[in-house]
């Protein structure tokens, strides 16, 4: 027998990658929008956004199953950095927009700009925000270890998409039509 209220079988959807990358003398995360991690191994001084060098992954490289949930608007990506027994979060969202084909790079933006190589827009964090102390460890070469975490919430009201009345709402408060039924 179905269930005859279909919301009560949502459920969140999530996936995770784990990146590998490491930090290089020419650092200097300063930019002011976006921050990057590249397979590339060398980086010149000009490259103000990139962070970590010589990565196991570019977008390309990242799971179906993680590209299709980073693709709804609904998405919100939790990025956490692990460097050398420091961290910090950043939180991002996905799109429609996002494909992530790049064979070498991940950018997280502050924009909602997206491109193959866009893993997160409306990022809350720039390279230039990043703590000078981890800053200091990337240029000292640190490695680096990425932990993506994107999940699908039906409840989230990503700033790329204009609310709707109706479209988003919360199950308790004001059930879909399908459950008034």
Not at 92 to 111: M, N, Q
Request: hydrophobic letters at 30%; glycine letters at 8%.
């Amino acid at each position: 027998m179905s269930d005859p209220y279909p919301c009560n079988e949502i459920t969140e959807l999530k996936a995770v990658e784990i990146i590998r990358c490491r930090g290089h003398p020419n650092v200097t995360g300063t930019h002011r929008s976006t921050f990057e991690i590249t397979k590339e191994p060398e980086v010149s001084r000009t490259g103000t956004c990139i962070i970590g060098v010589s990565s196991d992954k570019g977008a390309k490289d990242l799971s179906d199953e993680f590209k299709k949930i980073l693709a709804d608007e609904r998405s919100e990506l939790t990025a956490v950095f692990e460097v050398g027994g420091s961290h910090f979060q950043v939180r991002s969202f996905g799109s429609a927009g996002i494909t992530l084909e790049h064979e070498t790079d991940l950018v997280w933006r502050r924009s909602s700009f997206t491109c193959g190589r866009t893993v997160g827009i409306y990022s809350d964090c720039t390279a230039g925000q990043i703590p000078r102390d981890i800053i200091k460890k990337i240029q000292e070469g640190a490695e680096i270890t990425v932990i993506l975490t994107v999940r699908l919430n039906p409840e989230v009201r990503s700033p790329s998409v204009p609310h709707l009345p109706g479209i988003f709402h919360s199950f308790e408060e004001s059930p879909c039509r399908a459950c008034r039924e």
